[in-house]
């Protein structure tokens, strides 16, 4: 019997960098510019490809960096995407006016000012790359019988640390066996939330943890891993035929780990985040676990253009953890900001078999979720190799210290 798993390849390294969602207050209707294919989105990430931001910048982007960050007459008047309609007017501000802090002529009728719209038409084919319909979306959760629950922390105060790992443990439905076939990021503080880790718990375990929020090193229900959210991803959707199994017989409790980001050690901070799940009672063919691959320690030495860090599940390591062949469907590559580029190979006897996955360059922002249709096949004695790329000498990732990682550190040390 054929097995799925989705292969997360977590190479966690703790660095600290402040976000920029204070930019949205830098251009009128900042946060209320509308997903120019998808109605009730917000658009976060106004100067970037990604709707939540971060990765590369759009043409709106590069103008406004241009700026220097700042909304002027001349980046008011300018069609940065060439759609007819200048940034003033798709952002609320057609006589070029608005100054930061004080309300935009209109609030209503905003377009996006870094994709010309309608993306569709022959216009903005054209002339750019973008195209509906590229982002996460899962049909499945509209099918009759489907049902979620929210896994979701109750609004807590965020530490005044520069990290903090939060963990919680949720009771899931257990009247009946049902697979659960997609999550969604409830993601409610963007100015501290870092990434969500979901994992399933026997009652056993379950017992053995706590059902309120509290700070922890780790899930009490780690070897149990279901998946992942990070900045830049929408959410995770199964394959039609493949779901994972929870409810009688199987697991009782999902636990939630997550990781809170506060550079500025700020008091004032409060995150409810959590994860929508999906799941229905019609059980399908396949069930899904995932796996987590990576290094145990890292240690980068300061003012580095380029450090290798390989990390390698061997063919011993591999008959131990698999005992049936399995179909690999996904593949994410996660590293943080001193990250640059990254891969994850697979081998046979020796010889490479595929490149899993490759980010070059590795954007921490807007991962990429490597999807394989149709899932590609891992035997037992199969080797995973992954190999990471980290810089601490360019630009925001300059450090002056040693920065280290392993199974005795929660955070970085300079």
Not at 2 to 21: D, E, K
Not at 46 to 70: C, D, I, P, T, Y
Not at 156 to 165: G, H, R, S
């Amino acid at each position: 019997m054929y097995y799925c798993y989705q292969f997360v390849i977590l190479l966690c390294l703790i660095s600290v960098i402040t976000g920029y969602p204070s930019y949205q207050d830098q251009i009128p209707n900042g946060k209320n510019v509308p997903h120019p294919c998808k109605k009730n989105y917000i658009w976060k990430g106004v100067g970037h490809l990604q709707m939540n931001g971060g990765g590369k910048r759009n043409v709106f982007g590069e103008a406004f960096s241009k700026a220097q960050h700042k909304w002027t007459k001349q980046l008011c008047e300018a069609d940065s995407d060439k759609d007819g309609k200048s940034n003033g007017e798709e952002l609320g501000d057609p006589n070029c006016v608005w100054t930061a802090g004080s309300k935009p002529t209109s609030t209503v009728g905003i377009s996006h000012p870094g994709i010309c719209e309608p993306v569709d038409s022959e216009e903005c084919r054209s002339q750019q790359s973008y195209e509906c319909g590229g982002e996460y979306n899962c049909e499945a959760t509209n099918q009759t019988g489907v049902k979620y629950i929210d896994l979701k922390f109750p609004r807590t105060k965020v530490p005044p640390n520069e990290t903090t790992f939060m963990c919680n443990t949720f009771t899931v439905p257990a009247d009946k066996r049902y697979h659960a076939i997609a999550f969604e990021p409830l993601a409610d503080n963007a100015n501290v939330i870092h990434h969500m880790s979901v994992f399933a718990c026997t009652e056993a375990e379950a017992s053995q943890t706590k059902k309120t929020p509290h700070v922890c090193n780790m899930s009490k229900c780690r070897s149990n891993y279901i998946t992942v959210w990070t900045v830049g991803l929408e959410g995770y959707c199964l394959k039609n035929d493949v779901g994972l199994l929870f409810g009688n017989g199987s697991f009782t409790h999902f636990s939630i780990e997550l990781h809170w980001n506060n550079p500025k050690k700020r008091t004032d901070y409060y995150d409810g985040s959590g994860m929508r799940m999906f799941y229905t009672d019609k059980l399908r063919p396949y069930s899904e676990g995932a796996m987590i691959f990576g290094q145990q320690y890292i240690k980068l030495e300061p003012n580095t253009p380029e450090t290798m860090v390989e990390g390698t599940c061997n063919k011993k390591c591999s008959k131990k953890t698999f005992l049936n062949r399995v179909n690999i469907t996904s593949v994410l590559l996660h590293m943080h900001y001193l990250g640059v580029k990254a891969r994850a190979e697979q081998y046979r006897d020796g010889k490479l078999i595929r490149v899993l996955a490759k980010d070059e360059p590795y954007f921490y922002e807007s991962p990429d979720l490597h999807i394989f249709d149709p899932p590609v096949e891992f035997i037992p004695g199969d080797e995973i190799k992954t190999t990471c790329y980290f810089d601490t000498k360019k630009d925001f990732r300059q450090r002056s210290k040693t920065v280290w990682w392993g199974q005795g550190t929660q955070v970085h040390k300079t």
